[in-house]
């Protein structure tokens, strides 16, 4: 019998003290009486303050919960990346440790998997999607980036930029290695995806700008790296050509059994 959880959140934490545990209480709260197995793994990554002692709290508190430290380089493509090494479920949703995110959406995410997709991909811009307090010159480069990754992959989707996002195990080892180190990581596990013709849902979700600690992501630095890490994707996927039998060998891998 197969005990890996349903769904696996992976949360990428560096100096969230003041919010992780709302997070994480609210995710509980909201999760345990779906019927969906779930763990909560989230990623330490080389924070300077109590954050990893509130983790230790949390663990020792919830069993659904459980935490690792990424090596001492900073960056949410590292936590990310280092989390995808470790994560137990079937599926594996990323998500924010300032609760931008709503639990009902994951939950959303991940009844899409049940229907047989291979990811769901959330969007913050199409009809039903709720935006809330986002800084109008980050919005404006996001619509322009994303729009520009569109043209490239010539697929219509609007949020590559987005993080949030569910994938089967199967994706993820389909994609791997992954090498962003800042949040172009985001960009390199959607255009990878799609480059690998995995089966994705696209589901509009709500958005909110957190309200405690400060936000990691810093617009001029990250918009030279998301332009590199477009070519990069783009040139990959021409040098290797249709990666979707290598896709079709994981999913194929994953039917016999694990152990962790």
Not at 168 to 193: G, H, Y
């Amino acid at each position: 019998m197969d005990s890996r959880p349903d769904i696996s959140i992976l949360i990428p934490c560096h100096n969230e003290e003041d919010g992780i545990e709302s997070t994480v209480c609210n995710l509980l709260k909201k999760l345990a009486p779906t019927g969906i197995s779930f763990e909560i793994l989230c990623v330490n990554n080389t924070s300077t303050d109590q954050t990893e002692r509130v983790l230790q709290q949390l663990a020792e508190t919830y069993e659904q919960l459980w935490y690792v430290n990424t090596p001492p380089i900073p960056g949410y493509g590292i936590a990310v990346r280092w989390g995808l090494e470790f994560f137990r479920g079937k599926s594996v949703v990323i998500v924010m440790a300032d609760g931008s995110e709503t639990p009902e959406d994951i939950i959303a995410f991940y009844r899409k998997i049940e229907e047989g997709f291979d990811c769901a991909f959330g969007t913050r811009f199409a009809p039903g999607a709720e935006v809330v307090d986002y800084p109008r010159l980050k919005l404006f480069l996001n619509r322009l980036g994303n729009k520009l990754i569109a043209f490239v992959t010539q697929v219509k989707y609007d949020d590559f930029t987005n993080g949030f996002k569910c994938y089967r195990r199967e994706v993820i080892d389909s994609i791997k290695p992954l090498f962003a180190e800042n949040f172009n990581l985001t960009i390199e596990m959607s255009i990878s995806t799609v480059y690998n013709k995995a089966h994705f849902a696209v589901i509009a979700h709500s958005w909110k700008n957190r309200s405690v600690g400060s936000s990691k992501f810093k617009i001029v630095k990250q918009a030279n790296i998301y332009l590199l890490t477009l070519a990069y994707c783009w040139l990959r996927a021409r040098i290797q050509g249709n990666s979707w039998p290598k896709f079709r060998q994981a999913l194929e891998k994953a039917k016999s059994p694990r152990e962790y």
